[in-house]
């Protein structure tokens, strides 16, 4: 048995050890997760900068088209096409403040990956676990297609295709295809596809379910099925133009860029684009035919096609926009899905809120009013009226009310500060303010970006695995 195949049952083994209580058996998923015939095709790549700390640590690890930035430590997982982005950890001497307590970090935090397979998975931001402040950990989890672990330290846990857990500390739990969390922690839980769920205790709860057999059409995962749906659709008929950008190690640079813009190496850039400054575009973004103004951002995993982007804007990780037009300052979520057609564009109004996971899939033109939160799935205009609230009147809730699939408890306002606090966040991360040397994010600093590629072994039992390999500055 080569070593690859080794690794990988070993990983799928302590995943199932650490979920035995819910009786979840991962073993039919990932049966055909990962292709073995693959791994030795595609080279890792990490990025380098004078802005981030660079120490990077691959034990035996398979780490096939994945990419690293920051503080990383990867030992014994496989790792196939992830972006591992340490840009966002916290740096020693940060103080980190949970309730009334205050802590200084006294070393730089880490990456820490152990005995997990993440496919095509996004790591991201920083840990948001109070007892692990300096260590972001991953361990004896599965990720599938497309999921994102965004500031959640994760420990015994899968994940199906396109689901979220955002801010939160899992252990244990198994989280189903396109759900998104963000609940502080979790254990021991299990949650079924579609649900939507952002838990602030004491401030605000917000709960959404998909229908099963609406959220079947979109994505779908079964012990017998690899992953499918109208989202894996999309996405492969898309994924030769990708193959270019992996293909060649010099693509010729896009004049029309800003200076204060950064666009991604590894993002795949159609024609008739347009970018104006503050612009970020992130690895494995995909646009095509569209504007994106001012302090406008793409992130991993994004597709903005024949759309246009009025300026800072925030597309969230793995959300898609086509053939629509958002006013300035609007908030697209994780996994969105906004799926305009010609001659039925989308048009969203400036300041809106559209909640992660939302899916709005429309045959007919369709207008969403300025400063208007939006979840759910969305066809028509019927839906629409189901599925969605001004910020104004959500500002007003002091209680409970429910609308819909949607059931929401606590003060509405702190729901409405809650995200328009964050999306002040990200831009600024991003850089989007950035003017005359000041407010300078990713966006800038990004663009003295360097990257390296490393191979894997290409014969013999370590065949698509990678020696031992420390990077330091």
Same mark, same amino acid.
């Given at each position: 048995?080569?070593?690859?195949?080794?690794?990988?049952?070993?990983?799928?083994?302590?995943?199932?050890?650490?979920?035995?209580?819910?009786?979840?058996?991962?073993?039919?998923?990932?049966?055909?997760?990962?292709?073995?015939?693959?791994?030795?095709?595609?080279?890792?790549?990490?990025?380098?900068?004078?802005?981030?700390?660079?120490?990077?640590?691959?034990?035996?690890?398979?780490?096939?088209?994945?990419?690293?930035?920051?503080?990383?430590?990867?030992?014994?997982?496989?790792?196939?096409?992830?972006?591992?982005r340490g840009d966002e950890l916290k740096r020693k001497d940060h103080t980190f403040t949970f309730n009334n307590f205050t802590l200084t970090l006294t070393r730089d935090e880490i990456i820490d990956i152990e005995d997990s397979a993440l496919v095509k998975t996004l790591v991201h931001n920083y840990s948001h676990d109070p007892e692990t402040h300096e260590k972001f950990f991953i361990k004896n989890t599965l990720a599938m297609d497309y999921a994102n672990i965004h500031g959640a330290p994760s420990d015994g846990c899968f994940l199906g295709p396109f689901a979220t857990v955002d801010l939160t500390t899992m252990r244990d739990c198994i989280i189903g295809a396109y759900s998104y969390i963000q609940a502080g922690e979790i254990y021991h839980l299990k949650v079924d596809p579609g649900t939507i769920w952002v838990n602030s205790p004491g401030n605000f709860n917000f709960f959404y379910k998909y229908l099963p057999e609406d959220l079947e059409r979109y994505v779908y995962l =079964?012990? @017998?099925?690899?992953?499918?749906?109208?989202?894996?659709?999309? #996405?492969?008929?898309?994924?030769?133009?990708? +193959? *270019?950008?992996?293909?060649?190690?010099?693509?010729?640079?896009?004049?029309?860029?800003?200076?204060?813009? =950064?666009? @991604?190496?590894?993002?795949?850039?159609?024609?008739?684009?347009? #970018?104006?400054?503050?612009?970020?575009?992130? +690895? *494995?973004?995909?646009?095509?035919?569209?504007?994106?103004?001012?302090?406008?951002?793409?992130?991993?995993?994004?597709?903005?096609?024949?759309?246009?982007?009025?300026?800072?804007?925030?597309?969230?990780?793995?959300a898609k926009i086509v053939e629509s037009d958002l006013g300035a300052n609007v908030f697209v979520g994780f996994n969105s899905f906004l799926h305009g057609k010609k001659g039925s564009r989308l048009q969203i109004g400036q300041d809106c809120i559209i909640m992660p996971h939302t899916i709005i899939d429309i045959d007919q033109p369709l207008e969403i009013p300025a400063g208007h939160l939006v979840w759910g799935l969305v066809r028509n205009m019927e839906d629409l009226l189901t599925n969605s609230m001004s910020l104004e009147e959500l500002n007003s809730v002091e209680s409970s009310f429910t609308k819909g699939r949607l059931h929401f408890e606590g003060k509405g306002a702190l729901l409405v500060k809650a995200f328009q606090?964050?999306?002040?966040?990200?831009?600024?991360?991003?850089?989007?303010?950035?003017?005359?040397g000041k407010n300078a994010g990713h966006a800038q600093r990004n663009q003295k970006l360097s990257l390296n590629t490393i191979q894997p072994f290409q014969f013999g039992e370590k065949e698509g695995m990678y020696p031992n390999i420390r990077i330091f500055p």
């Open positions: 048995m080569k070593e690859l195949e080794k690794l990988f049952n070993r990983i799928v083994q302590r995943v199932n050890i650490n979920l035995r209580e819910l009786n979840f058996d991962i073993s039919p998923f990932a049966d055909q997760l990962v292709p073995p015939d693959q791994m030795s095709k595609f080279y890792a790549f990490y990025g380098i900068t004078t802005d981030h700390p660079l120490d990077l640590h691959f034990e035996h690890s398979a780490l096939a088209g994945s990419y690293f930035l920051g503080k990383c430590r990867v030992r014994n997982s496989l790792l196939y096409k992830s972006d591992i =079964s012990p @017998d099925k690899v992953p499918w749906g109208i989202l894996i659709d999309f #996405i492969e008929e898309r994924k030769n133009q990708f +193959q *270019r950008v992996f293909d060649f190690v010099n693509l010729k640079a896009i004049k029309s860029v800003p200076e204060t813009a =950064s666009l @991604d190496r590894y993002a795949v850039i159609m024609p008739n684009i347009k #970018i104006a400054d503050n612009v970020l575009i992130s +690895q *494995r973004a995909y646009l095509e035919n569209s504007i994106l103004g001012k302090g406008a951002n793409a992130q991993e995993n994004c597709f903005i096609i024949n759309s246009c982007l009025e300026g800072y804007n925030v597309t969230a990780h793995g606090d964050r999306i002040h966040h990200i831009l600024l991360a991003n850089g989007a303010f950035y003017e005359k």
